[in-house]
């Protein structure tokens, strides 16, 4: 405990908020969404993801790379950052960085987990507690049901349906198509309000979530594997809105 609490106040000591997100200097509560943003573990198209933050009004952001900078994920974070948008894959982090997120979780903080964030942390049951789902990699016993390998597919077009048209997130939206990856027979919590769902057979159904854990509200979007779905004029809008939601600015 002390050791990650030590880690923490130093990261945030020696860290500096240069380049994307926070200019150098201020103190973050410039009115703007702050959000820490995490990748790592599975390899992106790294310009048109960062540009689709660059451009999104109203929300500011500092990337950092999993498992390197992990010890971010404390709950000293709280005072700097609104939401964690999650866009990485590593497969774990250490048992003291697993409880420092937690407690961070606890702490509250908004939290957006999105794609192949499902996938992360495959050896830390409590992940699939936080976002609500679980890719399944090896064949897997959750709550009494035998769950095996989950399949993806590249480079689909299927049907996105708003099963919720009065959640805040979606409130207003279309169904609509989009051209992205395909997920199956991956695990969804039954306590999760699912928001947007597809009849794609080679997709589970539910594709879009909302829950809770601790004191932070998250939001699990399936969507968004490379720039062709993320240049479909509804995905940044589903992924403002949810950040928005996250953070308690939308209602």
Not at 56 to 66: D, N, S, T
Not at 91 to 96: F, G
Not at 156 to 182: C, M, N, S, W
């Amino acid at each position: 405990m002390r050791q990650w609490i030590a880690l923490a106040i130093a990261g945030l000591v020696t860290w500096g908020f240069a380049g994307n997100g926070f200019a150098e200097g201020t103190d973050g509560h410039s009115g703007k969404i702050r959000v820490l943003l995490t990748y790592g573990g599975h390899g992106f198209e790294e310009k048109p993801f960062f540009e689709m933050f660059d451009k999104m009004e109203g929300i500011e952001y500092k990337a950092i790379k999993l498992p390197d900078q992990a010890d971010m994920l404390n709950p000293a974070a709280a005072e700097q950052f609104d939401v964690i948008v999650m866009y990485d894959l590593v497969p774990r982090i250490t048992p003291q960085q697993q409880e420092a997120f937690v407690a961070l979780l606890k702490k509250g903080i908004g939290v957006v987990s999105l794609h192949h964030n499902m996938g992360a942390h495959r050896d830390w049951d409590e992940f699939r507690k936080i976002i609500g789902g679980k890719f399944i990699f090896q064949e897997c016993v959750i709550d009494g049901e035998t769950y095996k390998p989950s399949g993806w597919a590249h480079g689909q077009d299927y049907k996105v349906i708003i099963a919720d048209p009065e959640h805040p997130i979606t409130r207003g939206l279309k169904d609509f198509v989009i051209h992205d990856e395909t997920y199956k027979d991956y695990y969804t919590a039954p306590n999760v309000h699912v928001i947007l769902k597809t009849d794609c057979p080679n997709n589970d159904p539910e594709i879009g979530w909302v829950t809770s854990y601790g004191n932070s509200r998250v939001f699990y979007l399936m969507l968004g594997h490379d720039h062709l779905a993320w240049s479909n004029p509804n995905y940044p809008i589903l992924l403002k809105r949810g950040i928005e939601w996250a953070a308690g600015r939308l209602k």
